[in-house]
């Protein structure tokens, strides 16, 4: 495919809140079920081995008008669950046959219950993870929290789901990590060559599609990109970081890299790059996951930082990994985890000497002009700061 | 999320017999006395040589951190006392100034701005650098950001128990060994070695003893308001009532001095069929009976009370009384299972229920306490109360036929209460209790 159809392809599944690849998916076998789940993080692996699609949902974003949703929150609560709702209540996602409610935060978590009250039909859980970082405490916590998954889903599904789905599960999942590793790698190395706005849409159908499919797509992308020749600017290298859960409308990233700024890390769609290397494929695959998540797993707010001197180090590593010059702090308004985190993150980036800038947006934020400048602006101190 | 005191003052009732107003005085010293004793035993710990605790009221360990002889400090506490005292507001500020979000959690601004200015605490003693922070969760993710804020600050000892959430509505034994564990390989041996106190199970036990006394007596204070007329406000005076046990005192003998003082003094209201003691006194004609969800406002506590008793509105039960433990479902610590026992406390507090669980309890006040209705005062500071409060409402409603109603305000801070506002929902509230009630006998007479 060629780069152009690459990418719309995805940006055709970004655009379809209808989710209608999923009903397709579902369609062309009988029998078939797809789980959605929010962010940041639930172990996909499971889903997947029980011969179901796991589909990532990430709020209605600004291209649905937000109706019945907003009867359900006061104005001081983010924008997400309430475009979620939306999706739901109007039958966007009457082809999910359950979802997930992943620990991210009490939003989250009241709203796996709300999702009990309102679809009484489908499979809800809230999925907990440890906050425990040790083998034998939070490990068998967690390995006792994914069997009951396991157990559900094998019901659901009219089938067993044994070791051996979970271990090829595994497997499929460790290519897909490595190939959106290796697009994340190439775009930190020529971002001029995979813009952001292009790879957060590669990325995000991995949301939709099963992963076998996307990770073939990923890696057409890096090849197209590849063999393009796209000019290269004198833009400021930045992370992007606070995005881990409600989503910024694209709008807002290509605004932010048409101000200056070349995005060569980010937080979006954690889930795809969670698991920091291969997970384990030998041996029991749920203490493999459970292993994986507990001491080789990404940082995100919604995880407890043990030791104060470990605050603020992965976003640290990923300036200093990506080769980038500051960090553009995007947080949703009114998104706890990401703004009580910010002054810690912003006082580590402080010592380290690495400039940062910081605004607040929502999914359905329709102004970026202000953003716009502020990124600008930014992205010029960058350059003088480096020039000097 | 927290408790306290405002401490409402009697009015002089003539033509009362003194004994009992002897001993509302009495229940209402003992209290103030502890509090403030508590608030002193903090200021001069270091001096002493004794170390100092920091922890929140949802899944406090107290008789836990007796065993190892800390002062005991909660910061949820100190926020809300200083927002009593109207102290919160500038300290909210000064924490926005050195860069917190105006959208996160103003508890956590009110104790950082303290903090920033000199950590002066509500009775004007200054207050110690914790030398342990004993990190809960429960109930409540912002917790977990608030130590970590505080760790970074004063770098601190943290010890982190993590208490999974009741997301199907029920505890499973993995959540009690997990949390049980926790308690057994991170949470004990940090105390110990932060103290230099060596854990006695026996002793533990000892304190759990002495908790079940005072929960019963909690207990039969909260359901004294099934009575008609209900001799206490379950909300407003209820956060007078659950003071000590949701803070440093579970577990003491004060605390268990306190509640049975207290629950003598109400059972005597109950023979007297007397209504709730207000700060105007008591209330004398109970017009409506109301079940109310969320935290209160502590900015201005008193003049969002006035606004129901002044109409003869008392709340016969609330669910923030329970956000330091449900006791009135039948929940007690138990010394032959200490830590078990501990962590189910945890597990159960109010914030760590599901929706269902926390809807279906609301539901069941309505009917136990024949209330007209629930009433809502959504924070906006608070997501784990806040987020899905609209729901909540319908489905009351739907399930119990009675109305609901909404009100919004915060819970130190003084920018986010609107006493007009709030008002005037209050008053169309009772109207509407009125016309249903009308149309209910309506309906009576016209079959
Ligand atoms: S945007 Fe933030 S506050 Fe909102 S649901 Fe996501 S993590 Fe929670
Ligand atoms: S968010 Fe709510 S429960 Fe959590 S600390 Fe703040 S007031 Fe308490």
Redesign the pocket.
Known sequence: MSLKEVVGRCEALFEDLHFKSVRDWKAAAPGRKAIGFMPIYVPREIIHAAGMLPVGIFGGGDQIEVIQGDAYYQSYICRIPRSTIELGVTGRLDGLDGMLFPSIC?VIRNLSGMWQIMFKDKYVRYFDVPQNFKDGVGGEYYVHEMEILRDDLAKLAGREVTDDDLRNSIRVYNDNRKAVRDLYAYRAQKPWQAPTSEVYLVVRAGMVLPPEEHTTLVREYIAAAESENRPRRDNARVVLTGSFCEQPPLGLIKSIEMAGCYIVDDDFHLVTRWHLQDVEVDGNPLWNLSKSFLHRSADTPSKYTERREDKGRFLVESVRKSGAEGVVFAAASFC?PALLERPMLLEVLDKHGIPYTAFKFAENTGQMAPIREQAGTFADSIKLWSAA | ??TNQPTPKPAAQPGKPAASQVQKEDAMWLQKEMINKNYHDLAVAHDVGRKVSAT?V?GNLNELLMCFDFARSLP?TNALQNGLRKKSGKMIMDAEREGHSEDV????KADLGMMQAGQIGPTGEKLPVPDVLVLSYT?????MK?FELVRQKYDCETTMLHVPYQGDGKISENMVQYVVKQLKEEVIPTLERVSGVKFDIDRLREYMKESVNAEEDLVAVLQSAKNRPSPIDGYFGGVYYIGPMFTAFRGTPEASKFYSVLRGEIEERVRRKQGPITPDGEMTEEKYRLVVEG?PNWTSFRDFWKMFYEDGAVVVASTYSK?GGVYDFGFRHDADHPLESLARYCLGCY?NLNFPQRIDMICKYIDEYQADGLLINS?K?????SAGQLLMLREVEKRTGKPAAFVESD?VDPRYFSAANIKNRLESYFQMINQKRRATAGAATAH
Request: hydrophobic share 35%; with cysteine; net charge negative.
């Open positions: 009490d706890d | 999320m927290t929140f949802p949820e959690c103003t508890y956590v109930g409540c993710f912002t917790f608030w935290p956000v914030t924070i500071s608070c997501n784990s109360f819970l």
